[in-house]
């Protein structure tokens, strides 16, 4: 298994971004039993949550051993705490990570371009990312595996968010998550809804294309504080008749969450 630390240089972005890959290329495990080699690898791109960054699913995740036991590779791109989406100052993170850093990480390694094959997941702000990418390059991803995922509506943003810089979802002293830093990703909260900012909107999109939904794998845990707002995103999914495996249970919002739910992600998508 290799694991390689790299900063690509972005056009969308207009810099170099840190990128995480942990690519199995090696024929034998820990146990010395031979592993098929099969490549083109299948590949998740991974993205992290917010406080976080590329390291996150390497030092706290399971990922080195995932790869070995499934045969696939994971790609962990820099999120930079910027949502994942495109926004009004010339920043395309959404663009970077549906379209420039899989055909970039598709030329230097050897990874499966077939659609099947390419899954894309996060957990947290990376789980709202999952779900937004996912479903709007919906001909690139086949699966999307949401874990604890932030669903970022109109309603959401202006519950989260106040008039005075100094305030929002953290409390007075926070100098993060504030109304000025979320517009600077989500611009005005009312022209959210509808967008391709709106998890509800690109559903019914994807739906309706002609490569349609991915399939989706939804873990929320049940004392999670994000429980409530991703519960009406799974009612939703649920009346749309959404290829779905959602999974509410016991859990917060911690890596002992997620590790267990990637792991069952991979077991259901892949066995």
Not at 8 to 29: A, G, K
Not at 43 to 69: C, K, P, V
Request: charged residues 25%; hydrophobic residues 40%; negative net charge.
């Amino acid at each position: 298994m290799a694991f390689i630390q790299m900063s690509l240089y972005s056009r969308c972005l207009q810099r170099t971004v840190p990128v995480n890959c942990v690519i199995p290329v090696d024929t034998t495990n820990y146990l010395s039993q031979d592993l098929p080699e099969e490549k083109p690898f299948r590949t998740l791109y991974l993205l992290n949550g917010f406080f976080g960054n590329q390291n996150d699913w390497s030092l706290a995740g399971d990922i080195a051993r995932l790869a070995i036991e499934y045969n696939m590779a994971f790609i962990c791109p820099a999120g930079e705490n910027r949502f994942y989406i495109d926004n009004d100052h010339g920043e395309y993170h959404g663009r970077f990570i549906g379209e420039e850093l899989v055909e970039m990480t598709r030329r230097l390694f050897p990874l499966s371009r077939e659609r099947s094959d390419t899954f894309i997941g996060g957990l947290s702000m990376g789980g709202y990312g999952a779900l937004r990418n996912g479903l709007k390059y919906n001909d690139t991803f086949s699966r999307i595996v949401a874990l604890s995922p932030g669903v970022f509506t109109t309603e959401s943003l202006k519950g989260m968010s106040t008039d005075t810089a100094d305030a929002g979802f953290f409390g007075a002293d926070a100098l993060f998550m504030n109304a000025k830093f979320l517009r600077n990703s989500f611009g005005d909260p009312e022209a959210v809804d509808g967008s391709d900012k709106d998890p509800y909107a690109l559903y019914d999109r994807a739906a309706a294309s002609t490569a349609g939904c991915p399939d989706i794998y939804l873990a929320i845990g049940l004392e999670d504080t994000l429980y409530p707002n991703v519960k009406k995103y799974i009612d939703f999914l649920e009346k749309r008749g959404a290829p779905l495996m959602c999974v509410e249970d016991h859990g917060i919002h911690d890596f002992n969450y997620w590790n267990i739910h990637l792991k069952d992600a991979l077991e259901r998508f892949l066995k």
